[in-house]
């Protein structure tokens, strides 16, 4: 169960997201591989999904997971079928977006290069559920693929301690 500062966060996140896509509706979803799809002009739709990485403050790193170890099931990047992928990373006042696919691709292909960055993570995380990859956050600026937004002002809570979304 998300935590009321990751759900303000997601919120947050939801309301730039509809104003950077113009989206005339935001509708959240029940449970399912995404958090909202948004309803553009034109009658187009947009399926989001929205994680806000508060370690990354301590870290330098954005986690990404994909899987769920205790349930032994696919998660995060691999379960998804949002088509955008939005990263909050509050101290970096930002969003990064990006087709999941995609970066599920780069991840997979590129984690074994010489002197990658790029890290898979064994279980951890709270209770010790979690497997993904971390990578550095200037790694990922650097990639002409992933669109960064940046945000004005003061974002919402900057201090945060756990990585949700």
């Given at each position: 169960?998300?935590?009321?500062?990751?759900?303000?966060?997601?919120?947050?996140?939801?309301?730039?997201?509809?104003?950077?896509?113009?989206?005339?509706?935001?509708?959240?979803?029940?449970?399912?591989?995404?958090?909202?799809?948004?309803?553009?002009?034109?009658?187009?739709?947009?399926?989001?999904?929205?994680?806000?990485?508060?370690?990354?403050?301590?870290?330098?790193?954005?986690?990404?997971?994909?899987?769920?170890?205790?349930?032994?099931?696919?998660?995060?990047?691999?379960?998804?079928?949002?088509?955008?992928?939005?990263?909050?990373?509050?101290?970096?006042?930002?969003?990064?977006l990006v087709d999941p696919k995609a970066l599920l691709w780069y991840l997979?292909?590129?984690?074994?290069?010489?002197?990658?960055?790029?890290?898979?993570?064994?279980?951890?995380?709270?209770?010790?559920?979690?497997?993904?990859?971390?990578?550095?956050?200037?790694?990922?600026?650097?990639?002409?693929?992933?669109?960064?937004?940046?945000?004005?002002g003061k974002d919402i809570d900057t201090k945060g301690e756990n990585s949700?979304?």
């Open positions: 169960m998300p935590s009321q500062r990751d759900r303000d966060a997601e919120d947050f996140v939801l309301n730039i997201l509809q104003e950077h896509f113009s989206a005339i509706a935001c509708e959240r979803s029940q449970g399912l591989t995404y958090d909202c799809i948004m309803t553009l002009p034109h009658g187009g739709k947009i399926l989001c999904e929205v994680k806000t990485d508060w370690k990354a403050r301590v870290t330098g790193n954005l986690y990404f997971e994909t899987k769920n170890t205790w349930q032994g099931k696919d998660s995060g990047l691999i379960a998804t079928t949002a088509s955008c992928w939005a990263h909050y990373v509050p101290h970096k006042h930002c969003i990064f997979t292909v590129h984690e074994h290069d010489f002197n990658s960055p790029i890290q898979r993570t064994l279980a951890h995380g709270g209770d010790n559920n979690s497997q993904g990859w971390k990578v550095p956050i200037a790694f990922l600026e650097n990639r002409t693929w992933i669109q960064k937004i940046l945000l004005p949700a979304g």
